[in-house]
């Protein structure tokens, strides 16, 4: 009896390899992707819903070896820098694009000839054309950087900006740099010292070859409401009673542009608050200074109205000044609701429209 053996050469028909294929996905459906990884990746392919589990086979092992040359380099992707037909959405010109809360150590000067150093939160943009995709964002942290290790003015920053303008190739840029300002100050009466801390942001904006400078802060103060004092006395003299008007610590946000050559330091404009509305949030406070503040602050009731226009008188004696904002909120322990006012000097700040949360972020934390 003779017995013919397959050549190796002979395909399978169909019925065959419908067999193996079964057999194989059998054997896959009890092992693991490993196991079928091992054997072969393309079999993943074959198997239901798994046609692109470690397919193809790809490294698991980062390559510390690898070093990237100009020529890998100019083969990889970038999209932000693609063609206009890669634009998404209207080809509409952008007015701002790029980063915000990139945050570094940054040396401030201050009017006492010292330095600070202050953790700095930097928000860097600049317009986009309608027929260009994008930006290369990192570019404007890599200009910032080259300016980081100074000490931080106007004219620093105008150097940054300049450096992504050019390196970003636009006409159009903003660089806006917010911190926690320290100032010591004493206490009303005990002599006790401590940091006050203001929030600051300096702002410069070029816009149609036109640079601005700007400087925003924070005032914390105590605002008693004239209504309420008025109230408490009548309830005393009349009927004996003791009674206690209401106060509430109270947030101005204060923008300015500044004007002119002449350096406005962040103490003048401080200043300019504390003079305006002097029953400022204390740090450090004995029981005298509790007394104190308590006479300061039935000195000077103050309704937030009152508050936006004291502000106001005093911005507007400052020639270093142009246009301005003041945006106050008095976050009331009478009510559920605060009462908040807001006005503006100039062209500049004024809008027919505030952002929908403008007063809820006037909400300080202490």
């Not at 952008?94 to 939160?121: A, K, M």
């Not at 940091?195 to 070029?206: G, H, K, S, T, V």
Request: glycine share 4%.
């Amino acid at each position: 009896m003779n017995i013919h053996t397959r050549e190796m050469s002979d395909m399978p028909d169909r019925d065959e390899a419908k067999a193996a294929l079964e057999r194989l996905r059998a054997w896959a459906g009890q092992a693991t992707p490993e196991e079928v990884a091992d054997l072969d990746p393309a079999i993943s392919r074959l198997l239901p819903g798994r046609d692109r589990v470690n397919y193809p086979d790809l490294s698991r092992t980062y390559p510390e070896s690898f070093e990237v040359d100009t020529a890998y380099r100019n083969s990889m992707p970038d999209l932000q820098n693609g063609p206009s037909s890669l634009i998404r959405g209207a080809k509409q010109h952008l007015q701002h694009v790029g980063i915000s809360n990139f945050r570094l150590p940054i040396r401030f000067h201050t009017r006492d000839n010292g330095d600070l150093t202050l953790q700095t939160s930097v928000t860097g943009t600049v317009s986009l054309e309608a027929g260009k995709k994008g930006i290369n964002m990192s570019r404007i942290m890599r200009s910032f950087y080259r300016h980081a290790e100074k000490t931080f003015s106007y004219e620093v920053m105008e150097a940054a900006l300049d450096d992504y303008i050019s390196d970003l190739d636009t006409i159009d840029a903003r660089l806006q740099m917010r911190f926690s300002y320290p100032v010591k100050l004493s206490s009303l009466r005990s002599g006790l010292e401590g940091y006050q801390y203001y929030d600051i942001a300096m702002e410069l904006a070029e816009s149609g070859g036109v640079r601005r400078k700007f400087m925003h802060f924070d005032y914390v103060y105590s605002s008693t409401c004239p209504c309420s004092l008025e109230l408490s006395e009548h309830a005393r003299q009349t009927r004996g009673q003791l009674a206690t008007p209401h106060s509430q610590r109270s947030v101005a946000r204060i923008s300015v542009e500044i004007a002119g050559d002449a350096m406005l330091w962040f103490e003048d404009l401080i200043e300019i608050a504390r003079k305006a509305v002097p029953t400022e949030t204390q740090v450090m406070v004995k029981r005298e200074d509790e007394q104190a503040f308590a006479e300061l602050n039935a000195a000077n009731p103050i309704f937030v109205e009152d508050a936006a226009r004291l502000f106001c008188e005093q911005l507007l004696k400052d020639e270093r000044i142009g246009d301005f904002r003041i945006v106050a909120s008095h976050q009331e322990s009478l009510h559920s609701h605060d009462a908040v006012s807001l006005l503006t000097e100039g062209d500049t700040f004024a809008s027919d429209s505030i952002d929908p949360r403008l007063f809820s972020t006037l909400f300080h934390v202490g």
